[in-house]
């Protein structure tokens, strides 16, 4: 059972990781669109920075996603265990 400040704490923890893996999607994508750009590189008939940067981020994400649920987000009642409301 966790007491208020570790319910905050965890949730505070969540949302810095989530926000993370938000980051580096994003800087991937925008990072690849633009330095493979220019390139003019073909794979499968798609331009390679398409390839790179948007399937790319997909797969990042799924792996961020799957890494999140199994080593950070932990599964706990958002209710008060006093079950008092301070109406």
């Known amino acids: ?6 319910k905050e704490k965890q949730i505070r923890k ?4 989530t926000l993370a893996l938000f980051a580096l999607c994003f800087v991937w994508n925008t990072a690849f669109a633009y330095l493979l750009s220019g390139t ?3 794979l499968f008939g798609l331009p390679l920075w398409w390839l790179v940067s948007t399937p790319g981020m997909f797969v990042i994400a ?8 199994k080593k950070v987000f ?5 209710d008060d265990e006093e079950g008092g409301s301070d109406e």
């Open 62 to 69: 799924l792996a961020g996603v799957a890494f999140l649920l």
């Open 1 to 6: 059972m966790m007491n208020k400040e570790q």
């Open 74 to 78: 932990r599964d706990f009642s958002l």
């Open 40 to 42: 003019g590189t073909r």
């Open 14 to 17: 969540e949302a810095g990781y």
